[in-house]
């Protein structure tokens, strides 16, 4: 049995611990609800699978005629519909297609959510740990408490909470979402007429590039290599020769001139 101070484990752990499918679910739903750990998960399978077994029995029982069998289930299903797990004139039928999220909407942290109390499911979690979040004038600090359909209407901020203040920075506003919608339609009109513009450049750019590669197509096209070749070793030929024929007609001037007049000289 156990001492009585120390209190059983109230969840089940799954048979197998490397299981891909189930841990990607799992860590879907941690990151969907703002779960501190997986226990949480598993506490609410474990709810689960409780009322799933309660309700095969009960139909079995069904079958047989047992008047117990059927106020049983009137109470199964009474009890859900006070969690607002399931609506009015439900079946056993129903009590079997549940799934776990139906348990996990039900917590006090999604509700603070989604009633505008806190602007993420974490700090949903950290106000009601803090003792911020009341159902009605009780104050309540355990996030995983499933709140009844009664109760849903009663959730709201501690009388003495500063968060009252509707100036406070850590309480969310009002218009915040109505400001992020009015940005995401004025981005998309933006940027709807600068993709038109893109298309026609484009087009512009494809005709200019083979526009600059014709003509330095045509420019060898105009000499052959043969021609470039004959007329390289004609330009040296004609620089050279005057110069060789300048040179002897220089001397040949030069030298007689200076005897004729070394011979007037010494006349």
Do not use: C
């Not at 197998?16 to 941690?30: G, S, T």
């Not at 549940?98 to 106000?127: C, D």
């Not at 339609?185 to 038109?196: F, L, N, Q, W, Y």
């Not at 083979?210 to 330095?216: D, F, L, R």
């Amino acid at each position: 049995m156990g001492k009585p101070k120390f209190s059983r484990k109230k969840y089940e752990t799954p048979s197998h611990p490397w299981q891909e499918d189930r841990i990607k679910e799992e860590n879907e739903l941690v990151k969907k609800y703002g779960l501190k750990n997986k226990r949480e998960i598993w506490k609410a399978q474990t709810r689960l699978k409780k009322y799933r077994s309660q309700a095969r029995e009960l139909l079995a029982k069904f079958e047989t005629g047992d008047a117990q069998s059927k106020k049983e289930g009137k109470q199964l299903l009474m009890s859900l519909n006070r969690l607002n797990i399931l609506p009015l004139n439900s079946t056993l039928d129903d009590v079997l297609a549940l799934n776990t999220e139906s348990i996990l909407s039900r917590r006090l942290q999604t509700l603070t959510y989604l009633k505008g109390f806190a602007g993420t499911p974490t700090q949903a979690r950290q106000l009601i740990s803090h003792g911020h979040i009341s159902i009605g004038e009780k104050r309540i600090t355990v996030p995983g408490y499933l709140v009844t359909k009664d109760e849903e209407s009663d959730i709201s901020y501690m009388a003495d909470s500063p968060l009252n203040d509707t100036m406070h920075p850590a309480r969310p506003k009002a218009d915040f979402k109505s400001v992020t919608v009015k940005r995401e339609t004025a981005v998309k009109e933006e940027t709807k007429p600068e993709k038109v513009e893109s298309k026609p450049e484009e087009q512009k750019t494809e005709p200019d590039k083979p526009a600059s590669e014709t003509p330095v197509e045509d420019k060898p096209a105009e000499k052959t290599p043969e021609q470039l070749k004959e007329e390289k070793p004609q330009e040296p030929k004609t620089s050279t020769e005057p110069k060789k024929t300048e040179e002897p007609a220089i001397k040949e001037k030069t030298e007689p001139e200076k005897v004729e007049e070394n011979k007037e000289g010494g006349n």
